[in-house]
Nanobody, 126 residues
């Protein structure tokens, strides 16, 4: 099992930027595909971005493509989500997740992910 701790959330004005971090425990971080999801009040949890083992492959939801960038540092057991040009509709709790499966494809569905962090709140004011 991988333990995940998110940080970096906060309150920002529309058009601003935030960088979320997710620190993972364990020596197997480099073998996990990682993802970010978010959940706004009253809405289903939705996929944001995913990254492959080495960081060379990424996958984004259409709603964040061109504004958000996912990256990872395997030496630090950390995955990041750089969020630029933030909009009020990006307001949500953001969750980091680990996919310990061996499939090559990056997943945008939450049930493919095995371990989850507790979430960090991002609020974008208009």
């Amino acid at each position: 099992q991988v333990q995940l701790v998110e940080s970096g959330g906060g309150l920002v004005q529309a058009g601003g930027s935030l960088r979320l971090s997710c620190a993972a425990s364990g020596r197997t971080f480099g073998s996990n595909k990682m993802g970010w999801f978010r959940q706004a009040p009253g809405k289903e949890r939705e996929f944001v971005a995913a990254i492959g083992w080495s960081g060379s492959r990424t996958y984004y939801a259409d709603s964040v493509k061109g504004r958000f960038t996912i990256s990872r540092d395997n030496a630090k057991n950390t995955v990041y989500l750089q969020m630029n040009s933030l909009k009020p509709e990006d307001t949500a709790v953001y969750y980091c997740a680990a996919d310990r499966g061996s499939k090559w494809l990056l997943s945008g569905t939450s049930y493919e992910y095995d371990d989850w962090g507790q979430g960090t709140q991002v609020t974008v004011s208009s």
